[in-house]
């Protein structure tokens, strides 16, 4: 780029030039997947280098492992959606990229993660988050990411990210900060240039400035310049920053609207003015900021940064690379950044001494050794060394103050250190100079010391006295505040003519090249060094390929340690270690090369590398398969360590042979006397003798074989079978523990017997704690355990108080062993057995004990898993162990753990704040949210990520129940990916339990549960939709066993809690993606596994419930398109009533949707008959019903259908008069006096009962509401009271009321009845008789309450007070003249009266409200009404001529009418009409005797 770097160009100039730049530079990278990978290598290369530079027995924490390892995964996918060609793909990719490298984008700057700077983590996601923002079309946001990046980052951003984009876009503005560093420059180099008064400003000064000018330049002067350095760089920095922002302000604000001030363009103002400009051309040696090699980490970065940023990020310092970008050098002739080529580099120098105090070093890692004859009073501090390889290029980074006072121009310059300095000392053009390629060692150096790398163990070599020490630190030496770390780990160039030039230190003619690799970089089985490392759950590294032949082989086990695996499966591959080997590979090729190919190094004492060599486990996050491990760690260890010694046992060691065999002979006498005596206080002396020479062999391999033949071990068994002194029963326990650690056969040789265990089993049950531990050395199996009935005697072990100074240390602590055996036996059998063993530890106060040890760190993961089985055996206990329990523990078991360990701790956790009471749970939550030294949230979103799939739901549940704590925020990362997880979980269609999991994991958010751990949402959710049953039966028991201090709480502050949880549930799990978990669910509904559907049934049907008492955000359309079909199959299909009901509530919720509820109308035809029939169970079906009787798409007449089921002949009675219906029976009355029963249950008339106690006609029969007594009046002028019983009705009274009954209504108090007279008589049941006169004949009557509704003459219906009995028009209809108008029917159903009769104007009947007495509703038919029937849905009328008309209850509209069979061909006439309203059964009498049935449908 040449001419001015000043642009006058207005706002919207500068979006365009920044819109069209940064989506051409997006654009080449997405273009160019090569470069794309390079770039992806480099960046890793710095990571590694980091990696690399860290202590090597550091350690990281768990949680920022994962933060790399989300920037990882975020950068994959989003390759993966660059590459693929599906757009749901695509998609789908970039919205996980976007959720991963957003974790972090979101990192805090000043801070590190896992050793590396935050800042350079926020940048790279950033810039990848800019290409993602590209993909989905967004220019805009891909520009607002890419100033993200220079602005966080702009140090990184030019040399590593984008040197390109900076040189378009901010270099153009830095031409005043060029020009002070030019002129700057130029007037130091002048002062040190020998007679450079005649030279110009623009002279070529790189043609003086060479490695013999440094050396000729006082202290001061370089100083100087290294200041200079170091101000250049941070303002290039601080205004990258500035633009970058002003930039963001440009992009951010509208020039169309001026909604927004349009920024100001800020001047990027050097730190003084220069007093020329350079308008042309950059001279070469002005280099654009230091430039940093990949291969030297962060560690160059400066020591202190703008205030703008904030603290420094770390010193400056770096390691020389031989390929450094090649876009940061200026090229004068192309106007391109290129890269440096040197002939010769300078390296920053290892350590610089303060001239004020030469001797406060404080080497760190690595020491300077003086010699011993050496009168050195003042340490020569080698600063500069020119390097001769062509090959070797200077490093370009910022650095901080050095002091130089110490150097002395005299010092031969071959015996100087390399500096690692700031300063642009060559010029491209020095490269091309022919020089020398060797590099001899100086004389004064080669004197005093030799030195050779870290990695070849460190060793620094005296002349006279030598002394080796292994080190893998880097060196650091820190003088005046200035510390310069120097990694010994680098490379040496070999020159052409064949010597050596170190980088980073001066090779000398004595220094010891590395002899191999580091051993955690070599595999075990192969020998050779990494290429695809994986991490077992054992903590064992290996090579993949290896460890696949080893499982294909048919092991089951780690090849090091021989524990169990659980699985063929591997972990991904170690990418920490994976970086680390790469770091070291290119530091010695030679070497890495060398043992790729070679034979597995030699180990110590000869063994094996499968028995000797150990990995220390990657600081990166741990991949582990998920298994329940029952073995014992502390045993391993202390085996392994018993080993050991062993091994390191010689001539030479502590106990020589001679002693060995000499205790051995002293140990013959009481062996013998063991083996051979009957004298039982002969056989315990020995073995208090036998245990003392035990302890002072120290555990001899020696001593050990021969303590371990069977018949010594048979000795000590018969001891503990014989001995009652506790003393001796303890050592001898003592040693066969002692024993069984390095020797298995000994466990073998006691448990040939049978009744040796049986001893150990007794000494336990009789208080012998330490018996426990040999028993768990043992390891019997479940059978023997289970057999033993060890539970009171284990749990008493655990309550008992540990005994301080004990002089037998055994293996591991008594209560441990007891701990271990509790797992064991919970863990050991069934299902049955585990719960009946849990049960036993409960009653036997287990858990209170348990809780108390969990500060103990050995055993915690045992106790966990034992209350966790607890909890699933009894529920109920869940309370007191969260009142007791110290959650730290946990949290640190969790943090501590592998992947097994982790999962235990989850399922824990989630168990424990199942409880009963919503607020108490909410304090659990609070305190697990709160406890443990890391955050919980994070540590638990970062196992969510990389958890088994079995492990995943529960742990999702829990995220999401801790962010629920408090009002959901808009947006949360930790709900994001706690729904999410859920809802991939359910998506798993090949995976049916981890959908099982899912749904009890999203069954368990909603926060209800009993006392007893059962969760009682179906059953409150059938109670809202009015069926109660379940519900009671559920909560009976939970009252009676409710403790009364919980009785006392205020239910209502639970109740409205558990409210407000819920809604903040099924607010966040309906909002995620748009309603995506209703998608979820609808492929759950259709799942072929019952218990699957059910569950997804209840889950759905609650949430979709939860949405009517929600805001509607949109999602209602989503849930209907998902779910409405479904609930329709299920509706129709199920034959589970509650099944229906939960359909029927969820429906509910629909129809106050418009859309929804045409669509549901679409149904109605095939859905209505199971809705009448579940109407007398939910009192949500009616609101349905009615919903979809009001829309006008609906047609009434579709949703009625009849079948006529039976016709039955009582022609031999007479005339059917009077039909009722009443528990299931049917009940009918004849002219011939006759009484019937018939049973209608199975929707077939069964004659149960006739009786005959009437001597004439039954005109009418009559059933209060009690349903307790039936009526029946007659023309013998009597009333009988009948008692009512499924088979049989029983006559219990006889009223003679001295006229002739016609119609009749009665209850307990009085029976009013129709005469031949006017009006109705009123019959108190003690003979008294009152006639109520209103002229007028009464047809039909009806009571209701205190009412009495008397169908009257005249087309008039009176309304009768029964408490004073008195009567007033309810209703006068219009009268004629011609003709007579009479009500002849009248029926009450809830709340409505129903009045059939005479048909007047094309009216045949009215209904009436009984509250306000008006008319809701009429029946147009120009026929008379003679009877009515009604029932939930329908309205039935008959008329004389045998025609039965249905109606439409809700709108009084015809839809069909039904046609009496008139078999006999004569006129007879329906005498009687009753619907019955619980099986949709419609009964009809008539005057020939018979009685038909239909079937409503």
Same mark, same amino acid.
């Given at each position: 780029?040449?001419?001015n ?10 979006v ?5 730049s ?7 990278r997405?273009i ?5 990978? +390079? ?5 890793a290369?710095?990571? !590694? ?13 768990y949680s920022? +492992? ?11 996918a989003l390759?993966?959606?660059? =590459?693929?060609s ?14 991963m490298?957003?974790?972090c ?6 801070q ?7 800042f ?7 810039l ?6 590209k ?9 607002l ?5 220079f602005?966080?980052?702009?140090f990184?951003?030019?040399?590593? @990210?984008?040197?390109?984009?900076w ?56 100083e100087k310049?290294q200041?200079l350095e ?33 920024p ?7 730190p ?7 308008s042309?051309s950059?001279?070469d040696?002005?280099k ?31 390691m020389p ?13 192309g106007?391109?950044?290129e890269?440096?080529?040197?002939e ?15 001797n ?29 390889s ?13 002091d ?15 500096p ?22 100086s004389?004064q150096l ?34 005046e505040?200035?510390? &310069?770390v ?11 003519e ?12 004595k ?6 690799p ?7 089985i192969?020998?050779?060094i990494f290429?695809?490392p994986?991490?077992?759950e ?10 696949q ?13 021989? +524990?169990?695996?659980?699985?063929n499966s ?6 920490v ?15 890495a ?13 000869g063994s ?7 990995f220390?486990?990657?600081?990166s ?5 998920h &298994? ?8 391993n ?11 390191a ?14 205790i051995i002979?002293?140990l ?10 009957? =004298?039982?206080?002969?056989?315990e002396?020995?073995?208090l003798a ?21 018949t ?7 001891i503990?079978s014989?001995s ?7 050592t001898s326990?003592?040693i066969l523990?002692e024993?069984? &650690?390095?020797?298995?056969s000994?466990g073998d ?13 007794a000494?336990l049950?009789?208080?012998?704690g330490?018996?426990?531990v ?5 390891r019997? !199996?479940?059978? +023997?355990?289970?057999a033993?009935? @060890?539970?009171?005697s ?6 008992n ?17 007891a701990?271990e ?22 009653s036997?106060n287990?858990?209170?004990a ?21 909890m699933h055996?009894d529920k109920?206990c ?25 999962g ?15 607020t108490?749970? =909410?304090?659990i939550?609070?305190v697990?949210?709160?406890?443990g ?24 549940s ?12 808009k947006m ?10 859920l809802?991939?979980?359910l ?7 981890s ?23 179906e ?7 009015? @069926? ?5 039966a ?31 549930v099924? @607010? ?12 979820a ?8 596994s ?30 209907r ?5 479904e ?12 099944e ?7 429906l509910k ?10 669509e ?11 809705l ?10 009616t ?9 006008s798409?609906?047609?009434?007449t ?17 005339e ?18 006759t &009484? ?23 005109t009418?029969?009559?059933v ?27 006559c ?5 009321v001295?006229?002739a009954?016609?119609e ?12 031949p ?10 003979g !008294? ?10 047809k ?6 205190d009412?009495?509704y ?8 009176q309304?009768?007070?029964?408490g ?8 006068? /209809? ?5 003709g007579?108008?009479t009500?002849h ?8 009266l129903?009045? /059939? ?13 009984i ?8 029946f147009?038919?120009g ?5 009515l ?30 046609? !009496?069979?008139?078999s ?28 038909q ?5």
């Open positions: 780029m040449a001419g770097y000043r642009f006058a160009m207005d706002q919207k100039d500068i365009r030039l920044l819109t069209t940064v989506g051409s530079f997006i654009q080449d997405l160019n997947q090569e470069e794309r990978t +390079q770039h992806k290598e480099q960046c290369e710095r990571l !590694a280098a980091e990696d690399g530079s860290n202590d090597k027995d550091s350690e990281f924490r920022d +492992q994962a933060v790399l390892a989300n920037l990882d995964w975020g950068i994959e390759e993966e959606a660059i =590459n693929t599906n757009m749901e793909t695509k998609l789908a990719r970039l919205d996980y990229a976007e959720k490298l957003q974790v984008a979101m990192l805090d700057s000043d590190q993660t896992a050793g590396v700077p935050n350079y983590l926020s940048a790279w996601a950033h990848n988050l800019s290409y993602l923002w993909l989905r079309n967004n220019v805009h946001n891909s520009v990411h890419i100033l993200e990046m602005s966080i980052d702009p990184f951003s030019r040399i590593d @990210f984008a040197p390109e984009l040189k378009e876009l901010f270099l153009p503005q830095m031409s005043s900060i060029v020009g002070w560093y030019s002129e700057a420059r130029h007037r130091l180099v002048t002062e040190a240039i020998p007679d450079s008064s005649d030279l110009s400003l623009t002279a070529d000064m790189d043609q003086f400035f060479n490695e013999s000018l440094i050396f000729t330049m006082r202290p001061d002067q370089v310049l200041q170091q101000l250049y760089g941070d303002s290039l920095d601080e205004n990258t920053r500035m633009f970058a922002k002003y930039y963001k302000d440009c992009m951010n604000s509208d020039s169309s609207t001026r909604t927004k001030v349009i100001m363009l800020p001047i990027a103002e050097p003084a003015t220069p007093l020329h400009e350079f042309r950059i001279p040696y002005v654009f900021g230091p430039v940093l090699p990949k291969s030297a980490g962060f560690s160059a970065v400066l020591k202190s940064k703008s205030n703008m940023r904030g603290p420094s990020r770390m010193n400056a310092t770096s690379s031989q390929d450094l970008d090649e876009s940061l050098v200026w090229d004068p002739q106007d391109m950044l890269e440096n080529e040197y010769s580099g300078y390296e920053p120098v290892d350590d610089y001494i303060n001239s004020g105090n030469p406060s070093a404080s080497p760190s890692g690595a020491k300077m050794i003086k010699d011993e004859e050496s009168e050195l009073k003042e340490h020569v501090n080698p600063i500069f060394s020119p390097i001769d062509p090959k070797t290029r200077s490093p370009k980074i910022s650095s901080p103050k050095l130089l006072q110490n150097l002395s121009p005299k010092t031969d310059v071959h015996g100087r250190k390399e690692k300095s700031l300063l642009r000392l060559l010029s491209s053009r020095i490269s091309h100079s022919p020089v020398p390629t060797s590099s001899p060692s004389p080669s004197k005093d010391y030799s030195i050779s790398s870290a990695d070849s163990d460190g060793e620094l070599v005296e002349k006279q006295k030598s002394s080796t020490r292994n080190s893998s630190r880097p060196r650091c030496m820190s003088y505040n200035v510390n &310069i120097l990694l010994e780990n680098s490379p040496c160039n070999e020159s052409d064949g010597s050596q030039s170190c980088n980073s230190l001066p090779c000398s003619e220094m010891t090249s590395r002899s191999r580091p051993k955690d970089f070599v595999c075990p192969t020998g050779q290429n695809d994986v991490t077992l054992t903590g064992q590294t290996y090579e993949r390929k290896a460890i032949e080893w499982l294909k082989r048919g092991n089951t086990t780690c090849p090091i340690t021989r +524990q169990p695996l659980c699985s591997l972990p991904k591959t170690n990418y270690l994976k970086r680390l080997i790469t770091s070291w590979k290119e530091q010695y090729p030679d070497l090369q060398e043992f790729s190919y070679s034979e597995t190094p030699k180990h110590s004492f094996s590398p499968l028995k000797d060599m150990t220390a486990s990657s600081p996050r741990t991949f582990n398969f &298994i329940h491990n029952n073995t014992d760690d502390h045993i260890q202390r085996r392994k360590r018993f080993t050991q010694a062993t091994n046992t010689s001539p030479t060691s502590v106990i020589s042979q001679a002693s060995v065999e000499t002979n002293g013959k006498p009481y062996v013998t006397c063991l083996c051979t005596s009957e =004298n039982l206080q002969e056989c002396t020995a073995v036998i245990a003392r020479s035990w302890k002072e062999s120290k555990g001899d391999p020696g001593v050990h074989a021969y303590l371990s033949k069977p010594i071990i048979n000795g000590f068994a018969e503990l014989a009652l002194n506790r003393d001796v029963l303890r326990v003592y523990s024993l069984m &650690i390095a020797d298995e000994v040789v006691l448990t040939s017997v049978d009744s040796d265990f049986d001893c150990l089993a000494l049950k009789n208080g012998l330490e018996a426990a040999l028993i768990y050395q043992l019997p !199996a479940f059978a +023997q355990l289970s033993h009935e @060890f539970i009171p284990l749990v008493q072990l655990v309550l108080k540990t005994e301080e100074f004990d002089e037998l240390q055994f293996v591991m602590e008594p209560k441990d062993a701990i055996m509790l797992e064991q036996i919970l863990m050991g059998g069934d299902k049955k057995s585990r719960s009946i063993t849990a049960l036993s530890l409960i036997a287990g858990i209170p348990l809780i108390k040890c969990l500060d103990r760190v050995e055993v915690r993961r045992s106790i966990v898993s034992i209350l966790l089985c607890c055996a109920s869940k309370t007191l162990i969260a009142k007791r329990i110290e959650l730290s523990h946990v949290l640190d078991l969790f943090h501590d753990g592998n992947d097994s360990v982790r235990i701790c989850i399922n824990f956790l989630s168990e424990l704040v199942l409880l009963n009471r919503r108490f749970s =909410n304090q939550l609070q697990i949210r709160d406890e030294a890391f955050s919980t949230m994070h540590t638990f979103l970062v196992y969510l990520q990389m958890a088994p799939m079995e492990q995943q739901p529960a742990t999702a829990l995220l999401l129940q801790l962010d629920l704590l408090v009002e959901p925020r949360s990362m930790y709900r994001e990916e706690a729904v999410e997880a809802i991939e979980a998506r798993r269609k090949d995976f049916p339990n959908q099982m999991m899912a749904l009890d994991a999203l069954l368990s958010l909603t926060g209800r549960f009993t006392f007893s751990g059962k969760s009682y949402t059953a409150l959710l059938l109670k809202i939709a009015g @069926f109660d049953q379940p519900y009671n559920l909560m009976k028991p939970e009252r009676l066993s409710k403790p009364e201090s919980e009785m006392v709480e205020s239910m209502e502050e639970e109740e409205q809690a558990a409210c407000s949880w819920e809604k903040r099924a @607010f966040v799990l309906c909002n995620h993606e748009k309603g995506s978990i209703f998608k669910l609808e492929e759950c509904l259709k799942s072929n019952l218990e699957m559907a059910k569950s997804c049934l209840v889950i759905a049907a609650w949430l979709t419930h939860m949405l009517s008492t929600l805001p509607d955000t949109g999602v209602r359309g989503t849930a398109r998902s779910l409405l079909d609930f329709i199959n299920v509706l129709q299909s199920s034959r589970n009533l509650e229906k009901i939960l359909t029927a509530l969820a919720t629909f129809i106050s949707d418009p859309v929804a509820l045409e549901l109308g679409k149904y109605a035809k095939c859905i209505y008959g199971t009448r029939k579940l109407k007398k169970y939910s009192a949500v079906v609101d349905i019903q009615k919903a979809l009787m009001n829309l798409s609906v047609n009434a579709e949703l009625w259908h009849c079948n006529e089921l039976t016709e039955l002949d009582s022609s031999t009675n007479g059917v008069l009077s039909l009722i219906h009443v528990k299931g029976r049917v009940l009918s009355s004849h002219s011939d006096g &009484i019937k029963m018939w049973d209608s249950g199975k929707r077939v008339l069964r004659l149960i009962q006739e009786v005959r106690e009437h001597t004439k006609a039954v009418c029969l009559y209060p509401s009690s349903g307790d007594k039936l009526y029946s009046g007659s023309l013998d002028k009597t009333i009988r009271v009948w008692s009512i019983k499924p088979e049989e009705i029983h219990l009274q006889v009223h003679n001295k006229e009954v016609h009749l209504a009665a209850n307990a108090e009085i029976a009013c009845f129709v005469s007279a006017t009006g109705v008589k009123a019959y108190n049941w003690s !008294a008789i009152k006639h109520i006169n209103f002229n007028k004949h009464v039909s009557l009806v009571m209701t309450g009412k009495l008397c169908g009257c003459s005249g087309y008039s219906i309304d009768v007070d029964l004073n009995l008195t009567s007033t028009t309810f209703y006068a /209809g219009t009268k004629k003249l011609l007579k108008q009500i029917s009248l029926h009450m159903h809830n709340g409505l129903f009045a /059939g009769g005479s048909s007047v104007d094309g009216t045949a009947g009215k209904v009436f409200s509250s306000s007495k008006t008319a809701v509703g009429s147009t038919t026929i008379d009404i003679q009877h029937a009604v029932n939930s849905d329908f309205i039935f009328t008959a008329t004389k001529c045998g025609t039965i008309d249905v109606w439409l209850k809700e709108r009084v509209t015809r839809v069909a009418s039904v046609k !009496a069979n008139n006999g061909g004569g006129h007879a006439k329906i005498t009687c009409l009753v619907a019955d309203n619980d099986v949709g059964m419609l009964f009809a009498g008539s005057s020939d005797g018979k009685i049935a239909w079937a409503l449908e």
